[in-house]
């Protein structure tokens, strides 16, 4: 194996002149070509091609299909050509705007053809520029439309005392138009002063129909977002007591009101994007509100830190990717507490995002009406529904340093090209928060096993491959920060690109979707 910093570096394929393969190697990968095979023969990339079939090699001398797969792929919106589009870094921020000018959106996603409605704080006159995110060549965003010229209205910034939401008045709808792409879009208002903030939205398919669904976690957007003051969580939240409630109807703090878009999700986004997969997107709440039922989609991606998820929810993911889709996890701490959604004081149902968490057995209502709808563990026995029946890992800590990966079964074909052995590591990839394989699950395969810290004891971090009895699988990599090794935009102090993760990504993904 190469070592040193260059090698994390290097591209993790290179073309390549000729490669024997045996019949079954070829069976495997190509099933265009069985009929022309009798016991082995030359294969060259010439004469793939001039079947049809583009190629690429790996260090372990497979000659393997190029992304796209050569399964059919499925998708609306071609992704690759959709990043041949002019792309640009404007949507970046750079003069914060602070409490001056800030807004939020009716809606967490919205269809083409649909509209939404945008409610924004502003002194000064500003402007609205519309991003869809994404790779674009490395500049990131696409700008789709421009709406000059709005008249500022100063809102009342006192939140309501019981959910931390406010009532403001509308700002400006935005009718989305019919050929806007599936995707995360950033609505930047832009004051005369050249104050800057963000409001963001999804654009969802009317009929979702690509090889990877992409699952953004807006619930766990709201319950860090600490906007009036409070939060879930009492490390951010007005005297240290956190909330049990939170309303969608405010801005996010979070990275100039973006949630935690930056922080999780648009790294794999960005790479996602920029390898050319067939993608299309959706929230939780669109997930609550039974948008898998309807999806056409081969597996389902779970992008980002999706700590909060409803019953709705869970029930929908647990049944659907043991029937009908394959899954991956590429994050850790996903399904951890489960939440409620309530009405608004309007009476719009799905605004309030309710979660006692670990005082759900003292205080939560439903501890008493209806026990399974507590908001409190899944993995609590007034529930019993642990994350890792889904994922094969679950939640087990925050380790007290990043650490290396650390390969423990290098035969397995997700390391296929890559080159590495049992005991090799990878730095950094680690960290932030980690999954285990803590009981015995029939099907789960651990692929590496990182010895970590966590507070006090000697633990393993785990990434696995969970094959399920009903013949569905799950990848699931157990650290947060496995997307930083794929496109390391906005964490180039923690995360690098790695040549290494990316082939294990490619690997896992072209699994999912056979």
């Known amino acids: 194996m190469e070592k040193g910093n260059k090698d994390w570096l290097t591209e993790s394929v290179h073309n390549v002149g000729e490669t024997k393969l045996s019949r079954r190697e070829l069976l495997k990968y190509i099933p265009q070509a069985a009929s022309f095979l009798v016991g082995s023969m030359l294969i060259t990339p010439q004469l793939l091609q001039s079947m049809g079939i583009q190629t690429i090699q790996q260090k372990s001398g497979k000659l393997l299909p190029a992304h ?28 914060p705007a602070g409490s001056r000018l800030q807004g939020y959106a009716s809606d967490f996603s919205v269809q083409p053809d649909g509209s939404i409605t945008f409610y924004v704080h502003s002194k000064k006159p500003y402007r609205m520029e519309i991003y869809r995110m994404g790779y674009y ?11 000059d010229g709005i008249h500022p209205t100063e809102q009342i910034l006192n939140p309501d005392p019981n959910n931390f939401g406010v009532s403001w008045a ?39 129909s690509a090889d990877y669904g992409i699952q953004i976690a807006t619930n766990s957007y709201h319950a860090y977002d600490n906007w009036g003051g409070k939060s879930l969580y009492g490390y951010n939240s007005s005297f240290g007591k956190q909330a049990y409630q939170v309303s969608f109807n405010r801005p996010f703090r979070n990275y100039y009101g973006s949630g935690l878009f930056f922080q999780f999700e648009y790294n794999l986004i960005r790479w996602l994007e920029k390898e050319g997969y067939s993608l299309t997107y959706f929230t939780d709440w669109d997930i609550h509100n039974d948008i898998l039922e309807h999806v056409n989609i081969k597996a389902l991606l779970i992008a980002g830190h999706a700590e909060y998820w409803t019953m709705k ?67 609590d026995p007034v529930i019993n529904m642990p ?128």
């Open 68 to 95: 796209p797969n050569s399964t059919k792929s499925l998708g609306n919106v071609n992704i690759r050509e959709e990043n041949k589009k002019p792309g640009t870094n404007k949507w970046k921020i750079t003069k």
């Open 137 to 147: 060549g490395g500049a990131g965003g696409r700008l789709m439309k421009v709406i």
């Open 170 to 208: 509308p700002s400006q709808v935005l009718r989305i138009p019919s050929d806007w792409p599936t995707g995360v879009y950033l609505n930047k208002l832009v004051n005369t002063e050249g104050r800057e903030s963000y409001i963001i939205f999804v654009v969802v398919e009317t009929s979702p």
């Open 313 to 379: 929810m869970r029930k929908s993911v647990e049944k659907l990717s043991a029937t009908k889709f394959n899954l991956a996890n590429f994050s850790a701490n996903v399904c951890y507490w489960q939440v409620r959604y309530h009405e608004d004081a309007t009476g719009r149902p799905d605004r309030l995002l309710v979660s006692y968490k670990q005082f759900a057995h003292k205080m939560d209502p439903y501890r008493l009406t209806n026990k399974q709808l507590t908001t409190a563990l899944w993995r």
């Open 387 to 514: 994350e890792d029946s889904i994922f094969g890992v679950m939640y087990t800590g925050i380790p007290k340093a990043t650490v290396p990966m650390v390969v423990s079964d290098a035969n397995h074909w997700l390391y296929d090209g890559t080159g590495l052995r049992n005991g090799d590591k990878i730095p950094g990839v680690i960290g932030g928060e980690v999954d285990s394989y803590v009981r015995p699950i029939p099907g789960v395969e651990v692929i590496a096993k990182s010895p970590v810290n966590l507070y006090g004891k000697r633990k393993l971090a785990n990434v696995v491959w969970y094959q399920k009895p009903t013949g569905k699988k799950c990848f699931s990599v157990g650290t947060f920060y496995w997307n930083w090794f794929l496109d390391p935009i906005h964490h180039t102090v923690q995360g690098r690109r790695n040549k290494h993760i990316e082939t294990i990504t490619r690997n896992a993904l072209r699994e999912l979707i056979k």
